[in-house]
């Protein structure tokens, strides 16, 4: 059968390949290996999202499913205050992250092995990005974003893009439905670019009131 890029542990033989990309304009160069996510070039929705990304931020920032790290290291490395984690269930894809923060001269940031937010339990974000497993299926995906409010600071911002073909309507319905608010901040090449901000205050016990 057929071998998924979010396997815990890929089977495929390696085969290393150097990817050089310009990213907010400055180059990086990135490992990537067979059983990992885009290995051939970086993931035109990848770098949509790394563009509409409000860089740089202070605090901790969070890649979720971080593959081989091309989102966690950009921020990283235009954030020098900030703390940044890469999460991802694939060892392979979190080895190579830890070499590409490495090789782009990322220091802060931590790579974790884990399901979605369970190593960084506890832990509260400004920010945090993902180009998400939409084809895990949506449910894993949908459990995110909910997670994602809980984990936010007031004011922190989730930003996530997703194929108009695989979902990212729907995705946008559910950002909404979690935060009250979402935006679409960019659009192009099929993909979109969703942004989702948790409100600083929760709502006033006045929004609570019956009307009169
Ligand atoms: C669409 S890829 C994006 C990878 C990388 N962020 C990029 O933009 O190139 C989604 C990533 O999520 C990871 N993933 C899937 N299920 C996960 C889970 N339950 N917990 C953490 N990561 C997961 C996959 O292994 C994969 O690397």
Redesign the pocket.
């Known amino acids: 059968m057929a071998e998924h ?3 815990a542990r890929p089977s495929a033989s390696h085969r290393i390949r150097e990817v050089r990309e310009e990213l907010r304009g400055r180059p990086f160069s990135f490992l990537t290996d067979a059983g ?3 290995k051939r070039r ?2 035109p ?2 770098r949509l ?1 790394i563009r509409c990304l409000p860089l740089p931020v202070e605090g901790n920032a969070l ?9 966690g290291t950009v921020i990283g490395a235009l954030s020098p205050g900030a703390r940044v984690f890469l ?4 060892e392979r ?1 979190a080895d190579l992250a830890r070499r590409n923060l490495e090789r782009n001269g990322v220091t802060g940031a931590q790579v974790l092995v ?3 937010f369970e190593p960084v339990a506890g832990t509260r974000f400004v920010l945090i990005a ?7 299926g949506k449910r ?1 995906v949908y459990e995110w974003v909910r997670q994602a409010f809980d984990r936010l600071v007031p004011g922190g911002c989730l930003f996530m893009v997703a194929r108009t073909s695989q979902g990212a309507l729907s995705l946008a319905r559910h950002m909404e439905s979690v935060f009250g608010r979402v935006e679409e901040v960019a659009k192009g090449g099929g993909y979109r670019v969703l942004s989702a901000r948790r409100p600083e205050h929760p709502p006033g016990p006045q929004s609570r009131q019956p009307p009169e």
Do not use: K, W
């Open positions: 890029y979010f396997t990992v996510f885009a970086v993931d929705g990848t999202l890649d979720l499913g971080c593959g081989y790290g091309p989102i999460i991802d269930v694939n894809a884990g399901d979605g993902s180009n998400p497993p939409l084809r895990a894993v």
